[in-house]
């Protein structure tokens, strides 16, 4: 209770004041929400921590590799469903080729992620 | 000595038919109820008795909870935390299960891609569920970014939607895959000693010093990587949650 920080008004009444005390705890519950919430509303950088470089390396190849697969399953899919063998196979690979570099290069943070504009 | 005989998955009981397969109860299944058991366990008994000035057990219960809000609303901002109790779960599941993973003899479950899969699935559909049923189809704003030319468009759209689809793929391996390779990296170290021991006597006992440093250094290594992979789990759902909330903007 007596860290200093309040001013001298208070000292001099009783503890058991209770006007007193509530705004005391009222002004302490206030400075509490302005210490311990900074980023409510702003919402901060979207990348992940990957501390070492396994852990990058990984990721990056992840999101690449992913992207592929993809691409190249919905094109075999298509394929079977619409009869359009080889095209859309050759298509949809080198598209999914393409977003797998697209998500590299947002968890890389070389794109800016969509969200982040405006 | 086989490196891989760890991820085996074993018949522990039947507790039933489906057709004609039979339903067993596996090792697997015994650690994600042992996990369950203890997480629920673990809040419970911190919450059972809330004061003001915590206990131990309270206080623990109260930093995990921090934690994960903090994690939520940096990434969604305060409208992210109503998804609080979905990623509060899926991080202390993932964690727990990690942490159960570096017990000798126990069995990971994280290291198998069906589990790290269908979580991320899990993470999927709530994204694509929750962002039509809130935003109807202007959630498909998320698949077109601004100031793109027309005659580009159907390209980038394609190229997007392929991007989207692919995350529960990297979201899962990316767990699945460092778990199974910390694991394995174990397993062979400790193989290097019984190698060294059986094929060179005694010289070769003294030898397994090194390689059994080398276990002593991965261990604590794989500790860090089982709360990192737990954490980039938890945080890339809230990075997608995010969309879903947020479509395009």
Request: hydrophobic fraction near 55%; include cysteine.
């Amino acid at each position: 209770m007596a860290d200093g920080t309040q001013d001298e008004g208070e000292r001099t009444e009783p503890p058991d004041n209770e006007a007193a005390l509530s705004a005391r705890l009222k002004r302490l519950g206030e400075r509490l929400d302005q210490a311990s919430r900074p980023s409510e509303t702003a919402s901060g950088p979207r990348q992940t921590p990957d501390t070492s470089a396994f852990a990058r390396g990984f990721r990056l190849s992840s999101e690449l590799v992913g992207g592929v697969l993809v691409g190249a399953g919905l094109g075999w899919l298509l394929d079977r469903w619409l009869g359009t063998t080889p095209w859309g196979l050759i298509v949809l690979l080198l598209l999914g080729f393409a977003a797998g570099i697209l998500n590299v290069m947002r968890a890389a943070g070389v794109a800016p992620d969509r969200n982040l504009k405006d | 000595m086989d490196p891989i005989h760890q991820f085996q998955i074993v018949n522990l009981f039947s507790v039933g038919k489906i057709g004609n397969a039979e339903i067993f109860f596996t090792n697997s299944a015994l650690m994600m109820l042992l996990a369950v058991v203890l997480l629920t366990g673990f809040l419970v008994l911190g919450t059972a008795s809330a004061r003001p000035v915590p206990g131990r057990l309270q206080s623990a219960a109260e930093l995990t909870y921090e934690f994960v809000a903090t994690m939520l609303r940096s990434t969604g901002g305060s409208e992210g935390m109503r998804f609080f109790p979905f990623v509060f779960t899926i991080f202390m599941f993932v964690l727990l299960l990690n942490m159960f993973g570096l017990i000798p003899y126990a069995f990971t479950v994280t290291s198998h891609i069906v589990i790290t899969a269908v979580l991320a699935l899990t993470v999927f559909f709530t994204v694509l569920i929750y962002g039509l049923m809130r935003h109807g189809l202007h959630f498909f704003n998320l698949f077109v970014p601004k100031g793109v030319p027309i005659y580009i468009l159907p390209m980038i759209v394609a190229i997007e939607v392929l991007s989207f689809i692919s995350r529960p793929i990297s979201h899962s391996v990316r767990l699945f895959a460092n778990m199974l390779a910390g694991h394995i990296a174990l397993k062979v170290f400790a193989g290097f000693i019984i190698l060294l021991g059986t094929g060179l006597g005694a010289i070769g006992w003294i030898g397994g010093v090194l390689p059994f440093a080398m276990i002593v250094a991965l261990y604590a290594l794989e500790t860090l990587v089982a709360f990192l992979q737990a954490y980039v789990f938890a945080i890339l759902t809230c990075i997608y949650l995010n969309d879903a909330l947020h479509p395009g903007h």
